[in-house]
């Protein structure tokens, strides 16, 4: 089944929309930036009905001191199946959320959606367990891509993934548009501001 996602430019009263410019993701995340495009998603994960997992978490955002709390509803497994990128042999990992006390974000994998447009999916992350025992590595995290906290005052949306376009400016110089920076692998490790980088879990 194809997934549709349309990501809206919130924009001031009377200001037209430019299909050239980047949307934003939630008033309170004002710099996670988007195409105007339409992007069909086949690979976003689908909920399960018979499994639901609720999780008290702290969010963190990169590029900002603002953290946002609030109860997580995850209708999937609860398990993290990591490839271990620490030690010299292959190693793979399955851990439960439950153990879990902490998740980072380390890097991210780049993917063409457009001549210049390029979306960045998480590709490494930390995990600490409530024991102290860190695991590090890469998997299959499309399920941790966007998700939303129920929040006193409402929903919050947040996203581990980002987008930015590569275009030529100053100088006739390419960069990245959004974090105006020159060097091609910058976002391989720094995803620009508003981005989801780290969740903490409350208790165990």
Not at 135 to 151: A, H, I, M, T, Y
Request: hydrophobic residues 35%; contains cysteine.
């Amino acid at each position: 089944m194809k997934i549709f996602c349309f990501f809206l430019l919130l924009a001031e009263v009377n200001t037209p929309l430019s299909p050239t410019e980047p949307s934003v993701s939630s008033p309170e995340t004002p710099h996670v930036v988007w195409p105007e495009v339409e992007l069909k998603r086949w690979d976003l994960p689908t909920n399960s009905p018979q499994e639901s997992h609720l999780f008290r978490v702290t969010v963190t955002l990169y590029g900002t001191t603002n953290r946002y709390e609030g109860l997580w509803k995850l209708t999937r497994s609860p398990l993290i199946v990591l490839t271990n990128t620490t030690t010299h042999t292959l190693q793979i990992q399955t851990l439960s959320l439950y153990d879990v006390s902490q998740i980072d974000i380390l890097s991210w994998r780049i993917r063409s959606i457009s001549n210049t447009w390029h979306e960045f999916i998480p590709h490494e992350v930390r995990c600490i367990s409530w024991n102290g025992k860190t695991n590090q590595g890469f998997g299959e995290l499309s399920w941790l891509w966007k998700f939303s906290l129920e929040r006193e005052n409402g929903t919050w949306t947040g996203y581990t993934l980002f987008y930015d376009s590569w275009e030529k400016g100053a100088g006739e110089r390419f960069r990245w548009k959004h974090a105006q920076f020159p060097h091609f692998p910058y976002h391989f490790t720094t995803p620009v501001p508003g981005t989801v980088i780290g969740i903490q879990f409350l208790y165990p």
